[in-house]
């Protein structure tokens, strides 16, 4: 992202103060009911401080004001922590507005160049854009190549290979083109174009409550009502007893004791954990996927390029029943020669680095045979006849075996050494004739293996999916410490046991970027697209990472599990500290109708006054005082749910009991000289 808007700024923090007030606005109060009782509390306490004597109440007006006043600010606190969390956004969205201009589009309209709107382009038009010009909207390349600037959209600033056909072949409106020139076909129509997306995500204009969020919201509200008949049947119970408790004092005890903590941070909670997912260069397409990344239960892995760095390059050719090694590059060189894979490329710079010549010529007029994950093969049909190929041993075997060829004896040892290395051995073959294997080199990334611990720690079970052989594939998953892998797995494989995992009620996630990804994307409860990647694979899953690093998944997976610990840990907070504040507020109500129950006072606070307003004032500052914890999230730690649990319902249930006490008894110590 272009701004990484500081967490209070300024002008954020002016603009959260104002839209503090503005939210008082009893409508948009509404939608969050308990905040929306303390208002009408607020409502009744002013009432009160002009009519003191209203409902038969014997509470100096002095008090009802100062009621009426820590009420206002109550909401106002809680106001302000939700546009605090929403201001982050706006601002974001701000920035990414100005990369929206209008532009001009050269429109392609029957063989000719006509001059459009960006805005009139329609999904299916094709434009052509030259050097220096903008990608007028999102779109698939269709004809050339061009490399691109994206930092308007990633903040990335090396520009990118833009092509026709392949994973790579997907562009963003709003992103620049630096040279050469390339005809795209439009994918979005006006108004629904990634940058559209992005800005009324991060805007929070599409913010919907999260089912996680509904549910818990529920809960709250029931929670409220309970205690709103409780206090509403109170007087009655008072007036049996002889004992007459006001109105200014019920409503403190109300507000005391709904849960206003958790009502005024929820929503903010559930802002800045989408905000951090922004911050980390991940679109989440909404809340709900975030949520469901903290969920999850197991992850599928790509091998290369995931776990491993995926620069697998040709390090050495191994000559196989009696040919040469000199024989095993020159085919490797031949079928490498219009392959633009890393692995293509690679086999020409080893035939260089060993001085090794070929004969170009003699690809002349053949046809080649592009790379493709379903035959995991590439090669050439040679104008004369012959046909070369390269690829994963089994399918060269099968492909030989095709052709009534023979299997060299030392094939199998040959591409055993490389595979038990955690390479990648590719078969070189001419018709019926394996001449040989190409050791393609990879690296597991480093700290691979303390991640897939944590994952396991966090009860995450890790597969690793990978084309490559059962060997190589065993020799990675042991290095990198990955739960369980599949071998030889086709592109159809991953939805398979994505399925599968499903069945037994796991949630699941995965990244992909290439066009066969987008069903298993599609299928996944966290689909992570990368940026890089092709529309379909993008408009398929749920997020898309702008960086196009696919083991960023990990840490989403973090951000989801903070943001449910978060949410739960101020929750528990949050009750624990209602349960106080009765301690606090009851005794006092009954010591204020009958002065001689001063055994009810367990805190030993000053007056029945004071212990109430202690109460209803440690009630409000509570709020600001947790909007850095709602914001950052509570500090994380890679442990089971269950043992998450425990130690949060220690820390922040047993801690949600004593700060109250603790707080109520300070302020109470200060007040009561004047009350
Ligand atoms: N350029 C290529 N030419 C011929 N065969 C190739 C080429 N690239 C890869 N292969 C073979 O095809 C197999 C599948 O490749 P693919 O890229 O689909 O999966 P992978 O990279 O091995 O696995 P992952 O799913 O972890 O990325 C590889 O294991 C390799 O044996
Ligand atoms: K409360
Ligand atoms: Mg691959």
Not at 544 to 556: G, R
Not at 607 to 613: E, G, K, N, Q, V
Request: contains cysteine; aromatic residues 6%.
């Amino acid at each position: 992202m272009q701004t990484k808007t500081s967490m209070l700024s300024g002008p954020i923090i002016r603009n959260a103060v104002k839209e503090a007030f503005m939210k008082l606005d009893p409508r948009v109060m509404f939608r969050n009911p308990i905040l929306f009782v303390v208002e009408i509390g607020f409502i009744i306490t002013l009432f009160l401080c002009f009519f003191p004597g209203a409902f038969q109440g014997s509470t100096p007006a002095w008090f009802n004001i100062v009621v009426a006043a820590i009420l206002l600010v109550t909401l106002l606190f809680a106001n302000f922590a939700e546009a605090l969390a929403e201001g982050r956004g706006k601002a974001q969205a701000d920035s990414l507005k100005q990369t929206k201009k209008d532009i001009v589009a050269n429109k392609w309209v029957g063989g000719e160049i006509k001059q459009v709107a960006s805005t009139d382009l329609r999904k299916g038009d094709i434009v052509v854009i030259s050097q220096g010009e903008m990608i007028p909207g999102d779109g698939e390349v269709i004809e050339g190549l061009a490399s691109v600037d994206e930092s308007a959209i990633t903040g990335e600033s090396a520009p990118v290979i833009k092509e026709a056909g392949g994973d790579f072949s997907s562009v963003t409106g709003g992103t620049r083109v630096i040279s050469d020139q390339i005809k795209v076909r439009i994918t979005s129509d006006p108004g629904e174009s990634f940058l559209d997306r992005m800005i009324s995500l991060v805007e929070g204009a599409k913010r919907q409550k999260t089912p996680n969020e509904i549910a818990l919201n529920t809960v709250l509200i029931s929670l409220t009502l309970i205690f709103l008949i409780v206090v509403v049947t109170l007087p009655f119970f008072g007036d049996y007893l002889n004992i007459e408790i006001d109105v200014p004092v019920l409503i403190a005890l109300l507000v005391c004791l709904i849960p206003t903590t958790i009502g005024g941070l929820l929503s903010a909670i559930g802002i800045a954990g989408m905000d951090r997912v922004t911050r980390f260069n991940v679109i989440a397409m909404s809340g709900k996927a975030v949520e469901a990344a903290g969920d999850i239960n197991t992850i599928i892995l790509d091998k290369t390029g995931t776990i491993t760095y995926g620069n697998r390059m040709a390090s050495e050719f191994i000559p196989v029943g009696g040919a040469k090694q000199i024989e095993v590059g020159e085919w490797a060189a031949i079928s490498s020669m219009k392959d633009e894979t890393p692995e293509g490329r690679s086999v020409l710079d080893l035939m260089k680095k060993l001085e090794l010549g070929y004969n170009e010529s003699s690809a002349s007029g053949g046809e080649f045979i592009e790379f493709k994950a379903e035959t995991r093969m590439s090669g050439i049909d040679l104008s004369d006849g012959r046909k070369v190929r390269k690829g994963a041993v089994d399918a060269i075997k099968r492909w030989v075996a095709a052709q009534n060829g023979i299997m060299p004896t030392d094939l199998d040892v040959a591409a055993d050494k490389v595979a038990s290395a955690g390479g990648t051995p590719l078969a070189v073959a001419v018709d019926n004739r394996i001449y040989g294997v190409i050791y393609l080199k990879d690296t597991v990334k480093p700290g691979m293996r303390e991640r897939f611990d944590q994952m396991r720690q966090m009860g995450i079970k890790t597969v690793m999916c990978t084309g490559d052989n059962p060997l190589t594939a065993a020799t990675i998953a042991r290095e990198a410490g990955v739960d369980d892998f599949i071998a030889e797995s086709k592109p159809e494989d991953k939805i398979a046991v994505i399925r599968r995992e499903q069945a037994e009620g796991k949630l699941v996630a995965m990244t992909g970027d290439g066009t066969n990804d987008a069903p298993a994307l599609a299928q996944a409860d966290v689909g992570i697209a990368m940026n890089s990647g092709t529309v379909a694979a993008k408009e398929a899953a749920n997020m898309v990472d702008l960086d196009s690093d696919p083991s960023k998944i990990i840490e989403v997976v973090a951000i989801g599990k903070q943001l449910l610990m978060t949410r739960g840990a101020l929750t528990t907070f949050s009750i624990s500290n209602d349960i106080a504040k009765y301690f606090a507020i009851l005794p006092a109500m009954f010591m204020l109708a009958i002065p001689e129950m001063n055994t009810l006072n367990v805190m030993q606070l000053g007056s029945p006054m004071s212990a109430i307003l202690s109460a209803l004032i440690f009630n409000a500052i509570i709020i600001p005082l947790l909007i850095p914890l709602a914001m950052k999230g509570v500090a994380y730690k890679a442990v089971s749910s269950a043992q998450l649990l425990k130690r949060n319902l220690f820390i922040y249930g047993l801690g949600g009991v004593i700060v109250p006490f603790a707080g109520i008894k300070l302020i109470d110590l200060v007040i009561h000289l004047w009350v």
